[in-house]
């Protein structure tokens, strides 16, 4: 029984990892942008936002993908320009 449930606590903690602060920061920049915008599409999901970055980040190949994003996020000083980082 013990192990069953140091099993469950292992795969629970596996699910819960933090994630990364540069996918939580450009990813509610982005939610912010798309709340506030005058745009009409309300799709942007914040938490699957940060759960994809957070995966693309820790995948070799794509964490530059992550990177560049965030960085232009960053750069931007405008809702339009947040919106445009692709």
Avoid at 25 to 31: P, S
Avoid at 47 to 75: F, M, N, Y
């Amino acid at each position: 029984m013990c192990r069953w449930l140091l099993l469950a606590a292992l795969v629970l903690a596996a699910c819960t990892a933090p994630k990364s602060k540069v996918c939580r920061d450009t990813c509610t920049r982005e939610a912010d942008c798309h709340e506030n915008g005058p745009s009409e599409d309300t799709t942007f999901d914040e938490g699957e936002c940060i759960a994809a970055c957070a995966a693309l980040d820790r995948d070799p190949e794509t964490q530059g993908l992550v990177t560049s994003h965030a960085a232009c996020v960053t750069k931007a000083a405008t809702c339009p320009e947040v919106l445009d980082c692709k």
